[in-house]
């Protein structure tokens, strides 16, 4: 059974009782130019993470172990976007990779390099968290998966409230530290800190080279 030396304690878990989730690693939200860079944020403090991740997808792949996607976004005529995130400006608005967040738009996909592959599951969630508003539940019950590793951006929105929806649901949750991205530094170092605190109130991070050397 594979151990990683994680905080607050080791965290176990069965080569078919795993996923690993990667949260909306998407154009607008990463690359200079887009959504995010538009709102004044620093893009590079997620850049950052796109290495670690992709070596740790590659891992996961040899092992042929799950890997589900998520993007952020909304239908192009907005039915699904709640007036109140509307409200705040920028969801469906031309921005430099298209319509910002919107299905099928360039800036809307996941970065070159850690693009899906066939077979990979892409889930499209209008909200925050990854299992509002789509079959995440139905897909993890399919799987059998049961621990659940976390990355993506941004650490303290949708993965930070993801980790707390599938925390909810009974899920053990691992979030690799370099894996995870926040435009601001110290709301990534609060957020990580939030997840392991109280004995894994929300659940537990490591990092992926410790991740990938308990699987090897
Ligand atoms: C944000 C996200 N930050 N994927 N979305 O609006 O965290």
């Not at 740790?56 to 709640?82: F, K, Q, Y």
């Not at 590793?149 to 707390?164: D, F, L, N, P, S």
């Amino acid at each position: 059974m594979p151990t990683v030396d994680a905080k607050p304690s080791p965290f176990t878990f069965e080569l078919d009782n795993v996923a690993l989730l990667v949260i909306d690693m998407q154009r607008d939200f990463l690359l200079p130019g887009g959504f995010g860079e538009s709102l004044g944020n620093d893009v590079s403090q997620l850049a950052r993470t796109i290495e670690p991740l992709a070596a740790l997808m590659a891992v996961w792949r040899a092992h042929n172990l799950p890997i589900i996607h998520t993007r952020e976004g909304h239908l192009p005529d907005l039915s699904d976007c709640p007036p109140s995130k509307l409200a705040r400006g920028g969801i469906g608005e031309q921005g430099a990779f298209g319509r910002i967040l919107i299905r099928g738009e360039y800036g809307h996909d996941i970065v070159d390099e850690l693009a899906p592959l066939d077979g990979e599951l892409v889930v499209d969630k209008p909200g925050k968290g990854a299992f509002y508003a789509t079959d995440l539940s139905d897909i993890l019950e399919k799987l059998n998966a049961k621990k659940l590793v976390v990355t993506g951006v941004t650490t303290e929105v949708c993965v930070h409230t993801t980790v707390r929806e599938a925390n909810d649901r009974g899920y053990d949750c691992l979030v690799p530290a370099d894996c995870v991205g926040s435009y601001f530094p110290e709301f990534q170092r609060v957020g990580l800190e939030m997840i392991a605190a109280q004995g894994g109130i929300f659940g537990w991070v490591a990092d992926s080279p410790t991740l990938i050397a308990a699987l090897s």
